[in-house]
Nanobody, 125 residues
């Protein structure tokens, strides 16, 4: 059974930085995609960034140049480095895993089958 556990959320002033982690376990397939999504109160869950097994990344325009997705060599921990934080980045951040997702579709939440419980990020102005 796949388990995803996020950590690293917190409160930062605008312009600050945070690093989110997602510890993954319980899957053995080689064609997975891992991603970060976020959901602010009253809004739809939206894709932030995704990474495939070949290291290719997809990043939302709203965070491009500020957020970086990566995973460790053993591919059991997913990271999201967040810099130059803005108040609009405030949301619950979720880690997700899916399989065989084309790169151009990797920010669509419907294609992911496993989700963590999330970690809260709050950015003050």
């Amino acid at each position: 059974q796949v388990q995803l556990v996020e950590s690293g959320g917190g409160s930062e002033p605008a312009g600050g930085s945070l690093r989110l982690s997602c510890a993954a376990s319980g899957y053995s397939y080689s064609d997975y995609v891992m991603a970060w999504f976020r959901q602010a109160p009253g809004k739809e869950r939206e894709g932030v960034a995704a990474i495939g097994t070949d290291g290719s990344t997809t990043v939302a325009d709203s965070v491009k140049g500020r957020f970086t997705i990566s995973q460790d060599n053993a591919k059991i921990t997913l990271y999201l480095e967040m810099n130059s934080l803005k108040p609009e980045d405030t949301a619950m951040y979720y880690c997700a895993v899916g399989r065989m997702i084309p790169r151009q579709l990797r920010l669509l939440k419907y294609l992911y089958t496993q989700w963590g419980r999330g970690t809260q990020v709050t950015v003050s102005s």
